[in-house]
């Protein structure tokens, strides 16, 4: 079943401790995204990478990196998470970077930082 | 700079009736339009979308949309709305879709009995 896939689905962590959430799709996509949603902001885009090796800052980058080692993965690194961080977080990808082509979202994970 | 307006934040309908949910945009040329819904606690799943062409465009689950380009408008239809439809819809706009895809801030759809 072609699908993106997020882990953990929820994270309950602390201030400062280092976490990653990790994104996968099997859909052989060229471009990959990551997204927070919050209450009445929608979703905002953090980072994006239109291939392998090469990744760029969306709307809300800050206190996020990101890395994308294989096509198939696209991780997101909070390095030091802060309270502001709490959010649900989508992945998200789409066949190429160029051209109309929808996105596929993964489940979200919801993470809160205490 | 692209940029999508969803002007309700909630709508309540009954159930059986119609809904039409709201979407503006603003962009230069011809974007690229999605409707999106969220069910509670699930990702998003693409209802329909518009490139170009006809300007009604039928999705999944019985939902439409037109673009209306003299009213930079992307209004999304259902004649007949069921319980399950209760859920979050964004709108999102794309100059070009690898790229960020610009979302409203969403509208909560209620269904009544």
């Known amino acids: 079943e072609a699908q993106v896939t997020q882990n953990p689905r929820y994270l309950i962590t602390v201030t400062g401790k280092k976490l990653t959430v990790t994104c996968s799709q099997n859909?052989?996509?060229?471009?990959m995204s990551w997204y927070r949603q919050d209450p009445g902001l929608g979703l905002r885009q953090i980072y994006y990478?239109?291939?392998?090796?090469?990744?760029d800052k969306g709307d809300v980058p800050e206190g996020y990196k990101v890395s994308r080692k294989e096509k198939r993965n696209f991780p997101l690194i909070l390095e030091s998470p802060s309270p502001n961080q709490t959010s649900l977080y989508f992945c998200?990808?789409?066949?190429?970077?160029?051209?109309?082509?929808?996105?596929?979202f993964g489940p979200g994970t919801r993470l809160t930082v205490l | 700079a692209q940029s999508v307006t969803q002007p309700d934040i909630h709508i309540t309908v009954s159930e059986g009736a119609s809904l039409e949910l709201r979407c503006n945009y603003s962009?230069?040329?011809?974007?690229?339009l999605f409707w999106y819904v969220q069910s509670p606690g699930q990702g998003l799943q693409l209802l329909l979308k518009?490139?170009?062409?006809?300007?009604l465009v039928q999705g999944i689950k019985g939902f439409e949309a037109e673009f209306k380009r003299s009213q930079s408008s992307f209004n999304l239809r259902k004649p007949s709305v069921h319980w399950s439809d209760a859920a979050e819809y964004f709108c999102?706009?794309?100059?070009?879709?690898?790229?960020?895809?610009?979302f409203g801030k969403g509208t909560s759809l209620l269904v009544t009995p």
């Open positions: 859909m052989n996509h060229e471009y």
């Open positions: 999102a706009v794309g100059a070009n879709s690898g790229y960020a895809l610009n």
């Open positions: 998200a990808s789409s066949l190429s970077h160029s051209g109309p082509n929808e996105q596929f």
């Open positions: 518009y490139f170009s062409g006809d300007t």
């Open positions: 990478s239109m291939n392998v090796e090469v990744t």
């Open positions: 962009y230069g040329a011809t974007p690229y």
